[in-house]
């Protein structure tokens, strides 16, 4: 009985977004039916948009550049920014001669760094994953920062009254307390890539989902398959996401999250 | 899962996605030239696709099945300020700009010279199709759409403007990027764009743009397009160099040897480098056929002595800069003695 009605909660939770998604692709075609120039594609439009660049074998090129830069990106971003975070977290000093520095970088926005990029790399991969790395980095290192200061003191005391030397105290008591923290920012920070790479593919590069939105652009009146790119951006953005999520369900790193 | 199966399960993504990506999107021709020692390096010229630069991507497909093989390396831009930043951090030995921009660029000290012009004509001021605009002094008080402040298609429009009596103010300019215009217009944010082809044909044949003046009928000579090389390259390779503007002048003459040749350049530029429509450049290169023009295109002195005037008239320049201080004839000189490519559509050789 209980089973039973489990799986119908089950199905309810799958089918109410989907029926939601059903009732806007029916508002979208009924818009575009009634709209007097033919410029937005339909969803048919799109679906056919799709279809078309299988053909033509761009899809799985375009994803895979794009995942290629932002893994890259955020790769490097990661083994230098999280390191250092947690360096300069750890010792108040550096912080306190850093803070300011990081506060005046962080609210850039990666793509102020666009110019800079193309006089610095020239155009092509070099400089979007630098645009990514940049664009990681500063969340990534202020997230890692933020993790070791919230550390509970006595966590470290108890480390050391129990003789802990300091590789142990690092492995036994700084990692596992500050890992919760990372995966979340991580988590976070791999959604802000997958936004940057779009941007810096329509400048910077001649592959990649962003240049197929501006290549359709070029192509004169193919609006199907701008729409095809944004969707196939936020499906992939959606998985990448998921993914990340998974890295929650690591065992080691489950102590700081509630018990569902 | 355990912490080191997540730490494999990264790195061998890594691996998968780089080498997918080396396998289908990493040209090796362009990552290995640049192993290549200095004297045999090919040289990449930079262009966007607008018909004003259509001999750069005519050249590297007939060069292709010719006895020498690919004459440079051909790499497609989006936008004018990518390839002024990949020119003067000399990313690009080459590029096809505008010619505002390359007086600008040289005025301010950037090591270039103008060898040759990518075409004449080929400009328009479009305006929607049965709209309020039936002549240019309509267009008092609207928007029009230029592609950037240093472009021909802006001295253009103040040569109109003066022509119909207007003060500078008269019209609104925006600055956009070619391929967005046409969709402004038929969503009635701008009131009418001055673009280089293909974009004004693109508005004609969706049936919202109706021309309303070409550029040569307020600037008969009119030139836009231009191609700029790096001084450093004409010190070093000027041979080199000669064979890019010998190439050029060849496609330029073999595009004006009629209506075939053209509607064959449609289609191969149109499928394997501007990814637009072959219907599209089809228009814009046979419709007249004297719309986009392709001869006469050694640099002349009178023609940028009247781009820099109007530059320094509509406040673009501060400084008097000479013709021979940002151009090397040379070039062009030698070239006048080409002919055209001897290559017909299919037969898969040329000469």
């Known amino acids: 009985m209980r089973d039973e009605h489990a799986t119908r909660t089950n199905l309810l939770l799958l089918w109410r977004p989907l029926a939601f998604i059903a009732l806007l692709l029916l508002l979208w075609e009924i818009g575009i039916r009634r709209q007097a120039s033919h410029l937005l594609p339909g969803p048919w439009g799109v679906v056919g948009g799709i279809v078309d660049l299988v053909r033509h074998g761009l899809l799985l090129k375009y994803i895979v550049a794009s995942l290629f830069r932002v893994t890259w990106g955020f790769a490097l971003a990661v083994v230098t920014a999280i390191p250092l975070g947690l360096a300069v977290g750890w010792y108040r000093r550096a912080e306190m001669a850093l803070n300011p520095i990081l506060q005046i970088l962080r609210p850039i926005s990666p793509l102020a760094w666009i110019p800079i990029a193309i006089l610095w790399f020239g155009v092509g991969d070099l400089a979007a994953i630098f645009l990514i790395f940049v664009g990681c980095f500063f969340p990534l290192m202020l997230t890692a920062i933020d993790a070791v200061q919230s550390i509970p003191a006595v966590y470290v005391n108890a480390g050391r009254n129990f003789g802990l030397s300091s590789a142990a105290l690092v492995y036994r008591v700084l990692y596992p307390a500050v890992v919760p923290k990372l995966i979340v920012g991580l988590r976070i920070t791999l959604g802000i890539a997958w936004l940057v790479v779009v941007a810096a593919e329509m400048i910077a590069v001649s592959s990649g989902l962003g240049f197929l939105i501006v290549d359709a652009r070029n192509a004169g009146n193919r609006y199907d398959l701008v729409v095809a790119g944004m969707l196939i951006i936020g499906i992939i953005g959606l998985l990448l996401d998921l993914g990340m999520q998974s890295l929650e369900k690591v065992k080691s790193f489950r102590w700081g999250y509630s018990e569902d | ?351």
């Not at chain 2, 605009?133 to 950037?148: C, M, Q």
């Not at chain 2, 940002?326 to 559509?345: E, G, H, I, V």
């Open chain 2, 1 to 351: 899962m355990s912490p080191k199966r997540a730490v494999v399960i990264c790195g061998a993504w890594l691996v998968l996605i780089t080498g997918l990506h080396a396998w289908l999107n990493v040209n090796w021709d362009v990552v290995l030239n640049d192993f290549r020692p200095p004297a045999q390096r090919k040289i990449v010229v930079a262009y966007i696709p607008v018909t004003c630069q259509l001999t750069c991507p005519v050249t590297d497909y007939i060069s292709k099945f010719s006895e020498n093989g690919e004459l440079f390396l051909p790499r497609m831009f989006q936008g004018f300020p990518e390839i002024k930043e990949a020119l003067i951090s000399n990313k690009v030995q080459a590029a096809f700009i505008v010619a505002p921009l390359a007086i600008a660029l040289a005025a301010q000290g950037v090591p270039i010279k103008v060898v040759y012009l990518g075409h004449r004509y080929g400009s328009a001021l479009v305006v929607k199709k049965n709209g309020p605009v039936k002549i240019f002094r309509d267009l008092k008080g609207r928007t029009v759409a230029i592609p950037s402040r240093f472009s021909d298609e802006r001295l253009i429009l103040f040569r109109a403007m003066k022509v119909w009596g207007m003060k500078p103010g008269d019209i609104r300019m925006v600055e956009m990027a070619p391929p967005d215009v046409s969709g402004a217009l038929a969503a009635g944010a701008i009131d009418g764009f001055v673009m280089g082809e293909p974009f004004p044909s693109q508005a004609e044949m969706g049936g919202y743009g109706r021309v309303l003046f070409q550029a040569r009928d307020y600037w008969p000579d009119y030139m836009s397009c231009i191609l700029v090389v790096q001084q450093d390259l004409i010190d070093k390779r000027p041979e080199t160099v000669q064979v890019l503007v010998d190439g050029i002048a060849r496609s330029g003459l073999w595009l004006e040897k009629g209506r075939t040749y053209r509607e064959d350049a449609a289609d191969f530029v149109g499928r394997y480098y501007y990814n637009q429509k072959p219907a599209l450049l089809r228009w814009a290169l046979t419709k007249p056929m004297d719309r986009v023009v392709y001869s006469q295109l050694a640099p002349r002195k009178a023609d940028f002595d009247m781009v820099r005037d109007l530059m320094i008239e509509t406040g673009v320049l501060n400084k008097r800069i000479e013709f021979n201080q940002y151009t090397d004839t040379r070039f062009s000189d030698q070239a006048s003695n080409q002919t055209a490519w001897k290559y017909d559509p299919g037969l898969a050789a040329a000469k």
